[in-house]
């Protein structure tokens, strides 16, 4: 689960296909999201780092299954996608102690 400080930021292209794989299909170890990946095939190492990175900034959770690291999610899509729009919001109303603007932006 994310920590208080961890603060969430937009995914990069390979991040959003990692976790979407890891979305749908459930927990897996870094073989198995390297061959879900519809694209050519990247280095295993750039998976492992980019399933690391997920897992450091709070997005998966793993567990040790003989040698390999298993990944499954920590947040819902959904709930990463609220997480994302609560810390956006937040931020813009801390910006801006005047909400009006803030709402109106939305509403526009």
Same mark, same amino acid.
């Given at each position: 689960?994310?920590?208080?400080? #961890? /603060?969430?930021?937009? @995914?990069?292209? &390979?991040?959003? $296909? ?7 299909? +459930? ?18 190492? #750039? /998976?492992?780092?980019? @399933?690391?990175? &997920?897992?450091? $900034? ?7 299954? +003989? ?42």
């Amino acid at each position: 689960m994310k920590s208080k400080s #961890t /603060v969430l930021r937009p @995914l990069g292209s &390979l991040e959003t $296909k990692v976790m979407n794989i890891i979305w749908i299909s +459930g927990p897996l170890c870094v073989r198995e999201v390297n061959s879900r990946l519809r694209e050519k095939k990247l280095a295993y190492t #750039t /998976v492992m780092t980019t @399933l690391d990175r &997920l897992y450091k $900034k709070g997005l998966l959770q793993r567990n040790k299954n +003989g040698l390999a690291y298993v990944y499954q999610a920590a947040l819902s899509p959904e709930a990463y996608q609220q997480s994302l729009i609560d810390e956006t919001v937040s931020g813009l109303m801390t910006r801006n102690r005047d909400a009006e603007p803030v709402l109106a932006a939305f509403v526009d």
